[in-house]
């Protein structure tokens, strides 16, 4: 271990890249000129401020701890963080932040559990493109607090967990399109803290799902009326009888256009011949079902239109 820089304390562990200043009581992040530093640990301390400048000495940040500080929204400067353009990873855990600060893109990893947040609208992560897990458990948020739109700007986000959701009892829409979700980063129960009588719509469009997990609808009674799930790698396994358990007398419009289905899958097929069912359209253009063997009563679920496939496999809008 190197020794400590003048305006560290004694206790502070130093490394090649690394400084930690964990549970010693610090009030104020110290000011530092190192560019050579990657990682800041400053953990269970007394911090309730930091400045618009505190981190400008450091411009090649890539880890900062921050969990159980004191810092709220009055002592956080809304840009602290905006200027460190390699941070990868923040931990933010055990604070009392209520409003969402600036983060850089360069963003990978977000920790804001257990905190005082009153809301996450679109903006909340604007910019967040490389982002690939949000955590916010912990925090109460309602679903007046959260924006339909809140996560469409996470463009690589890699996995929706249990909680994120958790007191949004009456959300009607959420969007998590373009995306970076796959099948085993989807979490099964991930929706389980939406009541049944909660969200109607839910977009996935534009991600990389291969199957949709048995029961991960079943507790939504009557369920979701849309559900877009265009864009993404589904086959004919991925969707199995019961991946929409739980959705079929509430599903309006199931949108599984431009995946890599084969044939219907059974999924689809277990939502037909039920005289309670409201699905009025759905979607399978663009796949890579061969028509000819699409059997007559393959939509009889549906009230209105069907989308099937254009053209048989190996001709134009297979």
């Not at 956080?76 to 969402?100: C, E």
């Not at 199957?211 to 993404?232: E, T, V």
């Not at 999924?267 to 309670?276: A, E, F, I, V, Y």
């Not at 069912?277 to 679920?301: G, K, M, V, W, Y």
Request: glycine content about 6%.
């Amino acid at each position: 271990m190197k020794q400590a820089m003048p305006s560290l304390p004694t206790s502070c562990l130093l490394a090649q890249t690394a400084i930690a200043c964990n549970n010693i009581k610090m009030k104020h992040v110290p000011a530092l000129t190192d560019p050579s530093l990657t990682t800041f640990y400053l953990a269970e301390n007394e911090i309730a401020k930091i400045p618009g400048h505190t981190f400008l000495g450091l411009p090649n940040l890539e880890w900062l701890a921050l969990s159980k500080n004191k810092l709220d929204t009055q002592g956080l400067h809304p840009h602290a963080f905006k200027n460190l353009m390699w941070l990868k990873y923040l931990n933010l855990d055990r604070n009392s932040q209520s409003t969402v600060p600036a983060w850089p893109d360069s963003q990978q990893e977000l920790q804001l559990n257990d905190n005082l947040l009153q809301g996450l609208q679109r903006s909340s992560f604007q910019g967040l493109s490389h982002l690939l897990t949000l955590e916010v458990e912990g925090n109460q948020l309602h679903d007046k607090d959260i924006s339909p739109l809140a996560f469409q700007p996470l463009h690589s986000l890699l996995y929706v967990t249990e909680s994120v959701l958790k007191g949004s009892h009456s959300l009607s829409m959420l969007v998590f399109n373009n995306n970076r979700l796959q099948e085993d980063q989807l979490a099964p129960r991930a929706w389980i803290d939406l009541p049944p009588q909660g969200l109607q719509c839910l977009m996935l469009h534009h991600s990389l799902i291969k199957c949709i997990s048995g029961y991960m609808f079943a507790h939504m009674k009557p369920g979701l009326g849309f559900l877009h799930l265009s864009h993404n790698r589904l086959c004919a396994d991925g969707v199995h009888g019961m991946s929409f358990h739980g959705l079929r007398a509430s599903l309006a419009e199931l949108l599984l256009d431009h995946n890599h289905l084969q044939t219907i899958p059974r999924g689809h097929l277990g939502l037909k011949g039920l005289q309670n069912s409201n699905l009025i359209s759905s979607h399978l253009e663009n796949n890579l079902i061969d028509q000819r063997r699409i059997t007559p009563t393959a939509f009889s679920c549906s009230q209105a239109s069907e989308h099937g496939p254009p053209a048989p496999a190996g001709e134009e809008g297979s």
